[in-house]
Every structure is written in structure tokens, then in C-alpha cells.
């Protein structure tokens, strides 16, 4: 193993931008639609829309942090550098939350489609054998990871594609409810709620998550201050223009489309489409994005505990080690695929809400940390610089921190416990590191994580 860990420069632009929307997983749009078309009174287009907005402006502040800090980290170093180190390991630790959970999520459901086509298989065998491949494909290489990744999106974008053009192909030929393709109907119209499209903008926000992820693959990444700022814009980009199709075509063609059940909706409207057909090419799709998720949420947390550990958060010598043939964490890629067979124990609502508090926060923190940096460090202020450094990323924290406060109690209080833990255990480790070397006051927390 490689004493000298460094990451090597491998991933060109489109790699990233599939990293990315692997990590995202378009076909997210369909796992969520019932429930929110239900949030947003039908008005999804609309509610797409919306949270792009939100989005966006976070999108912004990361573009602008991951060229002033263009290494592994993320939010961790961002918050770290520009805000405080307390508050960066405080970020970085309610961030972990997110990481080591979506592999989890991704494990999970996946096990979950393939004992729903093959009962006769538990849900556990597939965990298993889901983790054992993962693994595998991760320690051979990011750039393996990233062709597997690249192979999903273009599946996943191809069935929104077909159906996209299956629902137009109604509304042009008068199969469907409506034969007029340009409307405004599903942006404007009499029923329109704005509290109902906002409701639903909030819950649809996590579709977006895909973005941030890939600023831990910055140090991998050529070019990487030019490279990662192109990538998440494209991403968030390729994204909503999907989504808002997808929103669009369906409310026009079915204005009047209802289910009982909102776990299945998607699955419904999409056999009202192209029948049985179809619905077979959605599991199948549906199966493979799952999947090519968990590859790139392994790569992700992979290397944010490398980028812990390389600033002595997590042990050092355990996460920092680097395999001298593949190049990449090899123990991080085993350890998180330890950690993944705890799907095997968890339900899927509540992995979702650890990676929802972990994360808003981050969002929240990367906005506050463009301030820091550019507005107030750097005393970049004029009027343009107002905008970009000050006025945008107040916005970005605005909108997501009332996101915030849209998640229930009981994410709330499991995410301030696991910060207060995390409090906790930075005390005591300043405390070890303070007896350990001689060199620190043990009240001198600063300086043992900076």
C-alpha cells in the first residue's frame, strides 16, 4: 500500500457529469412521482421548476468553492477553510450522515426490485451480493466506475427519452386527453396553489442530489477548477429539463391521471403509456439505475473518508491508505461496504432521512461559505461581487434552510443527536491527541483538527 497517498487525475468532463447523474439517478423522477404529485396538487412542472431555482443558487456557491478548493472533501473543506475548522468538522461529521447512507439506500432498494422480480431470492442475498460487487468495481479503478456509471445514465436518459416521445406521439395522434402540445396549463391554471407547488418543490429538491457529490471526486478530476464548476451546472441542467419534460408531456396528456396508491403511480401512468411493454423496460431501467447509484455513491463516500481521515478527523492510517496497483481506497471502499450490509437491518424510510439532514446542512453551510471566503476574507465587494459573493449564496442558504425546517421532528432531533455525538467525540479525541503529544492545551480544540 502507498505510504504517500495521492489520487491520481483520470476523469474528464463527461465522466464527472455521468458520475454525477448516476449518483442522482434520473429514474428518481419515477420512484417519487405519487408522492409528489400528491404534494404539489398535480402541478409538478411547475413544482420542478421551483426547486430548480433553489437549487441552482447552491449549485452556484459550489461551483465557486470547488475552484478556491479544487481537493476532496466537499462541504468539510469548504466550511473548514472559509468559515471555522469547528464548524467544518461539525459539517463534515453531519455530512457522513449523507455519504454512508446512500449506498445503503441504493443497496436497499435494489434488493428490493430484484425480490419483487424474483421472490423466490431474499431481500438479504441481493444486499450481499449488491455489496460484494460494488466493492469490486470500486477498488479496480474510478475509471471503471465511472464507464458503468456512464452506461446507466445513458439507459435511464433513453427510457425518458422513449417515453417522453410515447406521450407526444398520444397527444399529437388524439390518443391522449388532450391534442394541443403547447400549454401553459401545467404551469398556470385555475388550480393552481402556490403553498400545494411549493410543498412539493421541497420534497422533490432531493431528485436534484447528485451535484454536490461531485466535488469529492475533485483531486481525481483533470483540470479540476474548470472541470467540476462545467460539470455541475451541466448536471443540474440535464436534470430539470428531464424532469420538466417529463412533468409537462404528462399533465398534458393526462390532466385527469389518479391512482390510490402513490407508491406505484409512476408505474401506472407509465403502463397507461406503453402498456406492459413498457412497464417491463421500466423495471429493468429502474434495476440498473439503482444499481449503477450505488456504484457512484460508493466512489463518493469512498472519498470523503479519505479526505477525513487525510486531515486526521477519521484514524489516518486506516482511511488514507491508497492501493499502489488501482490507485484507489482500497480499506474506505471495504469499510463502507461494511457498513452497507446494515441494509440489510434498516427500512428505506430511514436511510432517507439521514442522508435528507446531512444534506440540507452541507447546502446550507457551502452557501455561508462562499460569503466567508470571497465577501469577507477576500473583501471582494464590488457591485458585481456583491451579487456573486454575497447576495446569490444568501439566497442559496435561504432557500434551503427553510427546506430545513420543512423536515420533520423526528429527522431533526436524530440529526442534532448525531452532531452532539460528533461534539462529543471531538472533544475527547482533542483531549487524546492533547495527552498524547504534549504539544496542545487540551481545551485547544482548534488546533487539533486544523
Given at each position: ?300 463516500v469512498s472519498r470523503f473518508l479519505f479526505a477525513l481521515g487525510r486531515e486526521s478527523i477519521l484514524p489516518k492510517k486506516l482511511f488514507t491508505t491508497i492501493h499502489p496497483k488501482y490507485k484507489t481506497p482500497v480499506s474506505n471502499i471495504i ?90 467525540y471531538l472533544i475527547i479525541k482533542s483531549k487524546w491527541e492533547a495527552a498524547r503529544t504534549r504539544k496542545y492545551p487540551i481545551s485547544n480544540v482548534n488546533q487539533i483538527i486544523d
Amino acid at each position: 500500500m502507498n505510504e504517500n497517498p495521492t489520487l491520481v487525475k483520470s476523469l474528464t468532463l463527461h465522466q464527472v457529469v455521468f458520475m454525477g447523474l448516476a449518483w442522482m439517478t434520473p429514474m428518481i423522477y419515477f420512484t417519487v412521482y405519487g408522492v409528489a404529485f400528491e404534494a404539489a396538487g398535480g402541478m409538478l412542472a411547475a413544482a420542478y421548476v421551483t426547486a430548480f431555482i433553489a437549487i441552482f443558487f447552491t449549485a452556484y456557491s459550489y461551483s465557486q468553492m470547488v475552484k478556491a478548493y479544487p481537493i476532496s472533501g466537499s462541504a468539510y473543506i469548504y466550511t473548514k477553510k472559509a468559515v471555522h475548522p469547528i464548524a467544518g468538522y461539525l459539517v463534515g461529521w453531519a455530512l457522513l450522515l449523507d455519504y454512508i447512507f446512500s449506498p445503503i439506500i441504493a443497496i436497499l432498494t435494489f434488493g428490493i426490485f430484484m425480490n419483487t422480480e424474483f421472490p423466490s431470492i431474499p431481500v438479504y442475498v441481493w444486499i450481499i451480493v449488491m455489496n460484494i460487487v460494488l466493492a469490486i468495481v470500486n477498488i479496480v479503478g474510478i475509471k471503471s466506475a465511472a464507464r458503468v456509471s456512464g452506461l446507466s445514465v445513458l439507459f435511464q436518459i433513453a427510457f425518458i427519452i422513449l417515453f417522453c416521445i410515447l406521450v407526444a406521439k398520444d397527444i399529437i395522434t388524439g390518443q391522449a386527453d388532450s391534442n394541443t402540445i403547447f400549454s401553459l396549463a401545467p404551469f398556470f391554471n385555475d388550480q393552481l396553489s402556490i403553498g400545494g407547488v411549493l410543498s412539493g418543490a421541497a420534497l422533490i429538491c432531493f431528485c436534484f442530489l447528485g451535484f454536490d457529490a461531485v466535488t469529492t471526486m475533485a483531486e481525481e478530476t483533470i483540470k479540476a477548477k474548470k472541470t467540476i464548476p462545467k460539470a455541475i451546472y451541466l448536471i443540474v441542467i440535464i436534470a430539470v429539463v428531464m424532469y420538466v419534460a417529463i412533468s409537462y408531456l404528462s399533465q398534458i396528456a393526462f390532466p385527469d391521471f389518479t391512482f390510490t396508491n402513490p407508491d406505484n403511480a409512476a408505474y401506472s401512468l407509465v403502463q397507461l403509456v406503453g402498456g406492459n411493454l413498457l412497464s417491463s423496460i421500466f423495471i429493468m431501467v429502474l434495476i440498473v439505475a439503482t444499481f449503477t447509484q450505488g456504484v457512484s455513491s460508493v466512489t463518493s463516500v469512498s472519498r470523503f473518508l479519505f479526505a477525513l481521515g487525510r486531515e486526521s478527523i477519521l484514524p489516518k492510517k486506516l482511511f488514507t491508505t491508497i492501493h499502489p496497483k488501482y490507485k484507489t481506497p482500497v480499506s474506505n471502499i471495504i469499510f463502507v461496504s461494511v457498513i452497507s450490509l446494515s441494509a440489510v437491518f434498516i427500512n428505506l424510510d430511514s436511510a432517507v432521512l439521514f442522508v435528507s439532514f446531512g444534506a440540507l446542512t452541507a447546502f446550507t453551510f457551502v452557501n455561508l461559505s462562499v460569503i466567508f471566503h470571497y465577501y469577507i476574507k477576500q473583501k471582494r465587494r464590488s457591485p458585481k461581487e456583491t451579487f456573486m459573493y454575497l447576495v446569490f449564496p444568501l439566497v442559496g442558504a435561504a432557500f434551503i434552510g427553510w427546506l430545513l425546517t420543512l423536515l420533520d421532528k423526528t429527522t431533526l432531533m436524530i440529526g442534532l443527536i448525531w452532531v452532539a455525538i460528533g461534539f462529543v467525540y471531538l472533544i475527547i479525541k482533542s483531549k487524546w491527541e492533547a495527552a498524547r503529544t504534549r504539544k496542545y492545551p487540551i481545551s485547544n480544540v482548534n488546533q487539533i483538527i486544523d
